[in-house]
C-alpha cells in the first residue's frame, strides 16, 4: 500500500493505491502492509483483514466527514495497527464517527481523534470516536478529540467509545472527549 501506488493487479507485485482496493484483493486472514500517507478513504472491511500501518503519526485513515471512516462486518475479525483513524461522520445511524465494530476488532498503536457522530428527530446516536456492538480490544491507543453534540435528547454521550452491549477490553489505551460549547455531551465512555 503506497499513495504512490496504482490499484491494478492483486497487489503482490506492486503496491496498491487504496487500502480498500488492496481489501478487496485480499484472501480472508492477509495482512495488508500500509506505507506512510494520507488516504482519504472510508472501509468497510467485511473478511478477516489485518491493517498494519507505518506508525500513527505516518499513516492517517482520512474520512474527510463523508462518512464512518471503519466499519467492521459482524462476520469479520479485523486487527489494525499503526495508523490514524480521522475526520470520520456518523449522522442518523448506529454511531462511530471513526469506527464502527459489529464483529472482533482489536486497535493497536491506533489513533482515534477528530471524528463526530449526531442523530437527529429521535435517533439516539454515540460514539464519536467508536461505537461497538462486537467485541472490540484496544491495547496502547488513544481516541481523542471526538465529538457527540448534546441535542433535544440530552447528553448522548460517548464521545470517545460507544459500547451497545459488546465486550470491550482496554489496555493502555488513553480516551478523552471534547465536549460541544454548549450542553452536556461528550463524555468519554457510555456503556448502556
Not at 487504496?18 to 494520507?38: C, K, L
Not at 503519526?57 to 466499519?71: E, M
Not at 456518523?90 to 462511530?96: D, H, L, M, V
Request: glycine letters at 20%; one cysteine or more; charged letters at 10%.
Amino acid at each position: 500500500m503506497s499513495p504512490t501506488g496504482s490499484d491494478s493487479g492483486d497487489c503482490s507485485t506492486n503496491a496498491c493505491k487504496t487500502i480498500g482496493y488492496a481489501v478487496s484483493q485480499a484472501q480472508s486472514g492477509s495482512t495488508i502492509n500500509i506505507f506512510a500517507g494520507t488516504y482519504g478513504e472510508r472501509l468497510a472491511l467485511q473478511r478477516d483483514v489485518t491493517l498494519s500501518g507505518a506508525g500513527a503519526g505516518q499513516t492517517i485513515i482520512d474520512g474527510g466527514q463523508q462518512g464512518t471512516v471503519l466499519s467492521v462486518d459482524l462476520t469479520a475479525t479485523v486487527t489494525i495497527s499503526g495508523v490514524t483513524v480521522q475526520h470520520g461522520l456518523a449522522a442518523n445511524g448506529p454511531g462511530g464517527g471513526g469506527i464502527f465494530n459489529a464483529g472482533v476488532l482489536t486497535l493497536a498503536n491506533v489513533v482515534v481523534t477528530d471524528n463526530t457522530a449526531y442523530g437527529s428527530a429521535g435517533i439516539y446516536d454515540a460514539g464519536g470516536g467508536i461505537a461497538t456492538t462486537g467485541i472490540l480490544t484496544a491495547t496502547g491507543t488513544s481516541i481523542t478529540g471526538n465529538r457527540v453534540p448534546s441535542g433535544p435528547y440530552g447528553d448522548a454521550g460517548g464521545g470517545g467509545i460507544t459500547n451497545r452491549g459488546g465486550v470491550v477490553t482496554l489496555s493502555g489505551a488513553h480516551i478523552t472527549a471534547t465536549r460541544p460549547p454548549t450542553g452536556a455531551g461528550g463524555s468519554p465512555i457510555r456503556a448502556p
